[in-house]
């Protein structure tokens, strides 16, 4: 995103888009590393296609 689109939006979308933006593949990552857990613990639980 530009400098000048930020600047534009209200402060709280700002802090919300930045949230989203650290929490969004922190999030992702976590749910990955989990059902790899899962699936060295109990391989018929989890299925990848």
């Known amino acids: 995103m ?3 689109l930020l ?3 209200n402060s709280s979308i700002k802090i ?3 949230v ?3 929490l ?3 999030s992702i990552a976590i749910t ?3 059902l790899k857990k899962i699936e060295q ?3 018929e639980r989890i299925r990848w296609r």
């Open 16 to 18: 919300f888009l930045e």
């Open 32 to 34: 990955i590393a989990l």
């Open 20 to 22: 989203a933006f650290i």
């Open 7 to 9: 600047g534009t939006l």
């Open 2 to 4: 530009s400098s000048n």
């Open 24 to 26: 969004g593949p922190i």
């Open 41 to 43: 613990n109990n391989p």
